[in-house]
Nanobody, 119 residues
Framework: QVQLVESGGGLVQAGGSLRLSCAASGSMFSINYMLISMGWYRQAPGKQRELVADITRGGSTNYADSVKGRFTISRDNAKNTVYLQMNNLKPEDTAVYYC?????????WGQGTQVTVSS
C-alpha cells in the first residue's frame, strides 16, 4: 500500500503564495520502478476535477493554461515528495487540491487539501 500525505493548504489573499507538499510512503518499490507521473489536481465546488500540473518520471512538466507562469511543480526523489509552488493566487484558484501518483499498474490519490483565496 502507498499513502500520500498532503500539506500546505490554507487561506490566503489574492496575490499571495502557498506551497503544497505531497509525501509518498509505504510500498515504494512499484513507485520507484513503475512511475509514470506525479501531479496535482483540483476540484472546485460544482466543478469537475481538473489537472493543475504534473511531472513525469523523466522530469517533464505539464501545466493547465490557467496556472502557467504562476505555479511550479517540482519533485524531490530522495524524499518521495512532490511540491506545488503557487504564486499570484487568484480567487478562481480556490479548490480542494489532490495529489496523484500514477504508474503502469497503479493510480494513487491523496486525501485533498483545501486552498481558499480571498479577494
Amino acid at each position: 500500500q502507498v499513502q500520500l500525505v498532503e500539506s500546505g493548504g490554507g487561506l490566503v489573499q489574492a496575490g499571495g503564495s502557498l506551497r503544497l507538499s505531497c509525501a509518498a510512503s509505504g510500498s515504494m518499490f512499484s513507485i520507484n520502478y513503475m512511475l509514470i507521473s506525479m501531479g496535482w489536481y483540483r476540484q472546485a465546488p460544482g466543478k469537475q476535477r481538473e489537472l493543475v500540473a504534473d511531472i513525469t518520471r523523466g522530469g517533464s512538466t505539464n501545466y493547465a493554461d490557467s496556472v502557467k507562469g504562476r505555479f511550479t511543480i517540482s519533485r524531490d526523489n530522495a524524499k518521495n515528495t512532490v511540491y506545488l509552488q503557487m504564486n499570484n493566487l487568484k480567487p478562481e484558484d480556490t479548490a480542494v487540491y489532490y495529489c496523484n501518483v500514477r504508474g503502469v499498474s497503479f493510480d494513487h490519490w491523496g486525501q485533498g487539501t483545501q486552498v481558499t483565496v480571498s479577494s
